[in-house]
């Protein structure tokens, strides 16, 4: 079965980062992008950010852009989300999702795979 299992959320501080994994199963994930989106409460999906096959190329979202880093491991079929500089307005549940190729980031119909996904909550 084609799936992530996300991880690494959790309560913050404002400021404060996380790094959130998403763990791919039941197909390789090295012949596809990779795409972190995420939910706030009463919001629809956002992008977040993609990364490409090799790694080699990324996009994302001008909300987080200079904060997130978006990376991938294809031998441990991982792909990482280190953030930075936390905001309140990043609190959502976050997800990601594998594809051919990155789209645009608020583009979510190519995208299959999505886990449970996984909560952040940044607030003092």
């Known amino acids: 079965q084609f799936s992530f299992v996300e991880s690494g959320g959790g309560l913050v501080e404002p400021g404060g980062s996380l790094r959130l994994s998403c763990v791919a199963s039941g197909f390789n994930m090295e012949y596809y992008a990779v795409s972190w989106f995420r939910r706030a409460p009463g919001k629809d999906v956002e992008g977040v950010s993609c990364?490409?096959?090799?790694?080699?190329?990324?996009n994302y979202a001008n909300s987080v852009k200079g904060r997130f880093t978006i990376s991938r491991d294809n031998a441990k079929k991982t792909v990482y989300l280190q953030m930075w500089s936390l905001k309140p307005e990043d609190t959502a549940v976050y997800y990601c999702?594998?594809?051919?190729?990155?789209?645009?980031?608020?583009?979510?119909?190519?995208?299959?795979?999505w886990g449970q996904g996984t909560q952040v909550t940044v607030s003092s």
């Open positions: 999702a594998a594809a051919m190729r990155c789209y645009d980031v608020n583009i979510t119909a190519p995208y299959n795979g």
């Open positions: 990364i490409g096959r090799s790694g080699g190329n990324s």
